[in-house]
């Protein structure tokens, strides 16, 4: 690559340090925050219907000796009715109803709370797996959109220090089937008239994997779990790749692994900083795939899909959001071609005890104004949810009562 001047750094500005405020870090032996991805090992959740793929259905409904058709129906029930309850599924047979949904559809998601904002428009569901592990996914209407903000695991291993789900570190990888029942109880919620403004007919259309965890960390089960999501109706939920969004720290080899998988999903990489040197402290993971390689592996995932990719950008004051730091973003992008990326600035959402601030209107104002004149698409994005701990960087799955 050409070798190019980069901007000046030198814009009298304060430089906040990225250490944790308000816990500890885990640091491993060398200093270096540590990074988990290998889940601890423990009990499996329940098989489920969801974790099957059609043709184990089938196997599963005539090892019961039933016949074969009777895995359509049980799918419609789930997939399209979003019910789990035998005593809805009047169209299979009494006697052997209760054995099979027992069998094929464990309760997966305990409901412990349900928060909703003022205006109704958005909802907060936590949930306890059979383990007893906490997640959480966020509901939210658009003018045109449902968006829910699913969890791929309980809690993360990637030790970002500004968001509050790291701070646990990882329980666990969530199963295939305890991803989609979030889409699917979420659906459930809107057809129960739960979401303000919303038709009961209508249903979760977009699916962001921002939710607890580093989706890419738990690789095979989200892509199975997407697939279901595409599969068409009454095997899947019917969802189109272009409406679900993988969101990454920048796992560089699972996103070469994503780009080859054929499908159209929305990739967003989590960059926050485009120097080396702040994104070592911020983005734990920068330690193995560094800003050039992240950069590089997100333009290959636009390469092989033609799917424009989105960059995320939290703006912390006086950390991240220098002039500077726009200039060295549009450069690096810029570098890498055009039309192939748009930055989506969010301003940071407080977690506890954090003593980071979003960064002022006029500096966030003035990040995108530089990112824009040199030619690079960005939305400033709205954060939802923040009055019941639902934004994004929020979820910690805190059971206190
Ligand atoms: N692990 C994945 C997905 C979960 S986080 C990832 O990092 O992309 C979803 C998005 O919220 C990421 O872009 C993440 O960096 C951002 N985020 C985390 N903490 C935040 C905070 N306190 N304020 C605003 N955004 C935050």
């Given at each position: ?15 906040v ?29 329940p098989r489920?219907?969801a ?22 129906q ?18 299979l ?18 409901e412990v709370?349900?928060?909703?904002t ?24 658009y ?15 990637m030790?970002?220090?500004f968001?509050?789900t ?13 991803i ?36 890419l ?44 998988e054929?499908?159209?999903l ?15 402290d ?23 899909t033609g ?6 950008y939290?703006?912390?004051k ?20 055009s ?5 989506n ?6 977690t ?43 979820l ?6």
């Amino acid at each position: 690559m050409p070798v190019e001047r980069l901007p000046s750094r030198d814009d009298n500005r304060p430089q906040v340090v990225p250490t944790a405020e308000g816990w500890t870090q885990p640091l491993d032996p060398d200093g270096r925050p540590s990074l988990q991805f290998d889940a601890p090992r423990g009990a499996k959740p329940p098989r489920h219907w969801a974790d099957l793929t059609v043709a184990e259905r089938e196997a599963t409904v005539v090892d019961m000796g039933l016949p074969k058709f009777r895995a359509r129906q049980l799918s419609t029930h789930y997939f399209s009715h979003y019910t789990s309850n035998p005593d809805e599924m009047t169209d299979l047979p009494a006697d052997s109803r209760a054995s099979l949904v027992g069998e094929t559809l464990p309760p997966l998601l305990t409901e412990v709370r349900r928060l909703r904002t003022d205006r109704g428009d958005t909802i907060k569901f936590l949930w306890r797996l059979f383990d007893g592990a906490l997640v959480e996914s966020v509901l939210m209407r658009y003018p045109n959109r449902i968006t829910l903000c699913v969890s791929s695991q309980a809690g993360c291993g990637m030790n970002c220090p500004f968001c509050a789900t790291g701070q646990a570190g990882l329980t666990r990888n969530m199963s295939a089937a305890e991803i989609v029942d979030q889409v699917v109880q979420a659906n459930r919620a809107i057809a129960e008239g739960e979401l303000a403004g919303v038709d009961g007919d209508r249903r979760v259309t977009n699916i962001v994997f921002m939710g607890m965890g580093e989706p890419l960390a738990n690789y095979a089960r989200v892509m199975q779990s997407v697939r279901t999501m595409l599969a068409p109706q009454p095997h899947g939920l019917g969802m189109s790749a272009r409406h679900i969004t993988v969101s990454t720290v920048g796992l560089v080899p699972a996103i070469h692994k994503l780009a080859a998988e054929g499908l159209q999903l929305t990739f967003a990489l989590s960059l926050h900083a485009p120097d080396d040197e702040l994104r070592d402290d911020m983005i734990p993971v920068n330690s193995r795939w560094k800003v050039d390689e992240a950069l590089d592996a997100a333009k290959a995932y636009f390469d092989a899909t033609g799917r424009r990719v989105s960059i995320e950008y939290a703006l912390i004051k006086d950390m991240n959001d220098h002039g500077w730091r726009a200039d060295l973003l549009a450069t690096k992008l810029n570098q890498r071609g055009s039309g192939w990326v748009h930055v989506n600035p969010i301003p940071l959402n407080p977690t506890p005890g954090s003593v980071w601030t979003a960064s002022e209107p006029a500096v966030m104002r003035e990040f995108v104004q530089r990112l824009e004149s040199a030619g690079i698409p960005t939305t400033l994005r709205d954060t939802r949810g923040k009055e019941i701990d639902g934004a994004c960087g929020q979820l910690a799955a805190a059971d206190g009562s």
